[in-house]
């Protein structure tokens, strides 16, 4: 993916996630069998609001928890950020990763805020959100 194409990826699904704060946590899948591990996170409401699934690859950086029941696991909030491969330093929150390689290309960074916060860094996003039926 280039750094244009990731930009409007990261564009598109940071506008689609924009409404979806207050959704539940419904699962969290983490597949480590794909070539760089892929992360889909999903996300559910109720009637007359979309379901959605967050999905990462090329994951970097995955961290999830406390665990808890789906009924608890609300989000207070969804950001999703580009950090680009030009930023020489990592943002606050991901220098326990370490310094940044040179040639590390641009990675976007999903956070979940709730009780169980969910973090993850990847090298592609994609959003998808289901039909809502009209009641």
Do not use: W
Not at 7 to 30: K, S
Not at 32 to 47: A, C, H, N, Q
Not at 58 to 81: M, Q, R, Y
Not at 87 to 94: I, K, S, V
């Amino acid at each position: 993916m280039t750094a244009e194409s990731l930009a409007a990826a990261c564009e598109q699904a940071a506008a689609d996630l924009a409404d979806l704060g207050d959704h539940f946590i419904e699962r969290v899948l983490v597949d480590s069998s794909k070539e760089g591990g892929e992360v889909d996170i999903f996300l559910r409401y109720g009637p007359g609001r979309p379901d959605a699934v967050v999905s990462l690859t090329g994951i970097l950086h995955f961290a999830a928890g406390p665990f808890l029941e789906t009924n608890g696991a609300f989000v207070d909030g969804i950001s999703l950020d580009l950090i680009a491969s030009a930023r020489p330093d990592r943002p606050e929150g991901l220098t326990r990763l370490g310094s940044r390689p040179p040639g590390t290309p641009d990675v976007v960074r999903l956070s979940v805020e709730g009780p169980m916060a969910i973090e993850v860094v990847g090298r592609t996003v994609s959003v998808a959100l289901s039909e809502v039926e009209p009641q």
